[in-house]
DNA sequence: ATCTTAACGGAACTTGCTTCCCATTAAGGA
DNA sequence: TCCTTAATGGGAAGCAAGTTCCGTTAAGAT
């Protein structure tokens, strides 16, 4: 999506960059806001450039220029939601944490504008590299943002010395991700329970040693 | 002598149901071949009917006619993987059969070959609710098969009794897939030995109880 | 306020996926 | 074995997707 800059070279920045404000700001947001409704919509399958063009009421040459395709359009919306980071809980206990993880993780799933934008993610990010790498970075700041939760806890003497905080809170979201992407399961306030009790099991035994 | 009744249809049998023998084998298992191919050299948004037909060396016309999409494609993999079952392991004891199943799953999607298979499944999925359906279903049996690793868990009073067996599986799946198909981290050795050691000692908390 | 040019938008153009048609082949039953 | 017709295969036509051209608009600098 970036490319080197050239002293030698004559080809300009990708658009956006350099006037970013104005009207490039409306341009995105009317797109990407248009993403995410044909997202919720009708899915990944059914995202179409020009449609999008359409309904963000700017012109497809745009569209073409600076998303290029489908999955461009998702990697951008990633980067986008990659920007608003939500603060994570603090109830005083970790079991009370965790289950607060798993909970914003089921909501965030289940609903339907975001579940659709996650599994568009999914896939995008199963057919592209840099999707993929858009991706892990994303999991990468949100599960940084709750690390947190996971030192408080050894603190408080809740789980071992040593537990390594992102591998449990992968742990915790793991099973709500599989049923989501995988198993196509209903993600039930139940098994965000059991999600939050079986990470917090696990790391009492001691099964999350920091590497 | 007879086809399919129809009273006022007039449409026949979709192909491939009435004379599934001879040629029409022949044909699936080169297009499904061919898929698999396709996949584990490009991946799933380059696959292209008309390069599938050319590759298995069939009609490009016979194969929108019996799969339709590239999703119609992977889903008819999907089936095809679901027929060939492998049995569970029997170490002696859960821990080490669950270790083996976490190993049988990392084995599986590290494998090129498999591992491009199976994200264009989840992607195919994340897009088509027949292959979402497919999917789960594939799962079902798959872990199904393993149930009784679990119950003889049980029986040794290796975990509480009362323990529900496919949740327990579903819990070692689980952060395998989680980090394949979401943040695409890799698959270690170590990965999967804490998987089934997670799950382990979450089972023994009683944390999945049958319901 | 004025100027430069980054970024946008409409429309024509091109590509390639998909379907239709009909001849050919062979599966399954008598 | 022969017969019926399910299923396949090649090519051409149709259509929607993606691409490019070039004039217009407005962001940011002076």
Redo the contacts with the bound molecule.
């Keep these: 999506m970036e490319q080197e800059t050239h002293l030698s070279e004559s080809r ?2 990708s ?10 700001a409306k ?2 947001g009317a797109v990407l806001d248009a993403t995410r409704d044909a997202l919720a919509d009708s899915g990944f399958h059914a995202l ?3 449609r999008i063009a359409a309904s963000a ?6 569209v ?3 998303w ?3 999955v461009g359009l998702v990697t951008d919306l990633l980067h986008d939601m990659a920007e608003q980071s939500l603060p994570a809980a603090d109830t005083g206990g970790l079991a009370g944490d965790l289950r607060a993880n798993a909970e914003l993780v089921r909501d965030t799933l289940t609903d339907p504008r975001m579940g659709a934008v996650f599994h568009a993610v999914i896939a995008a990010a199963a057919c592209d590299e840099e999707c993929a790498r858009a991706l892990a970075g994303f999991y990468r700041t949100r599960l940084a943002e709750w690390a947190p939760v996971v030192t408080r806890g050894v603190a408080r003497g809740e789980i071992p010395e040593g537990t390594d905080p992102v591998e449990l809170l992968r742990a915790v979201s793991a099973p709500l991700y599989y049923r989501f992407a995988v198993t196509h399961e209903e993600l039930t306030a139940d098994v965000a329970e059991r999600a939050a009790a079986a990470a917090l099991a696990a790391a009492r035994a001691g099964v999350f040693p920091t590497p």
């Design positions: 300009p920045a658009p956006g960059t350099l006037r970013p404000g104005g009207r490039t341009v995105r179409n450039m020009d009421g700017v012109g497809k040459t745009t073409y220029r600076r290029g395709s489908p």
